[in-house]
């Protein structure tokens, strides 16, 4: 994309939600880039594995479509993956943390729609997640000065 201002992407990520492979760009702005891959020009939403690779077609063709874009803060958003019983979500940590995740259609079924939801908590500039027997889904966030 061409941008007037000076910003760059400081991190990548891909991850399948809502059955799309997507990639993720945080930028040094505070800017979050969402793209969709799509095989050869075809849509990838017809394809629900799991799978988190994105195979070529015939043509041998990979296509980003987009892209989106979200302003979650004014500072470098570094990103994070993390798997919950409810599937795979982003973590964007930044000045304003934010957590994505593909949000329910009316009546229960899948959806394709991204959420974003703030985190209350301020500059969070990390996060892991972890598993232990009494915290099955546990996140450890730093902050700044912590």
């Known amino acids: 994309e061409d941008n007037d201002d000076e910003s760059v992407v400081r991190s990548l990520i891909f991850c399948r939600l809502g059955g799309i492979l997507r990639l993720f760009c945080g930028m040094g702005d505070g800017d ?5 891959l799509e095989k ?4 990838s939403k017809g394809d629900d594995s799991k799978s988190s690779s994105c195979s070529s077609s015939s043509s041998g063709k990979i296509v980003l479509s987009g ?11 570094s ?9 795979w ?5 930044c000045d304003r943390p934010t957590v994505i995740h593909c ?6 079924g899948p959806s394709t729609r ?16 972890f598993r232990t027997p009494s915290c099955p ?8 000065g912590s």
């Open 137 to 144: 889904d546990a996140l450890a966030f730093a902050t700044r």
């Open 67 to 77: 892209p989106k874009k979200v302003t979650l803060g004014t500072h470098p958003v």
């Open 32 to 36: 979050l880039l969402v793209f969709q």
């Open 89 to 93: 979500q982003i973590m964007a940590c």
């Open 40 to 43: 050869g020009g075809g849509e």
């Open 103 to 108: 949000g329910g259609q009316k009546g229960g």
């Open 114 to 129: 991204l959420v974003y939801n703030n985190v209350n908590l301020k500059q969070v500039r990390h996060m892991a997640s």
């Open 79 to 87: 990103l994070t993956s993390f798997e919950t019983k409810n599937g």
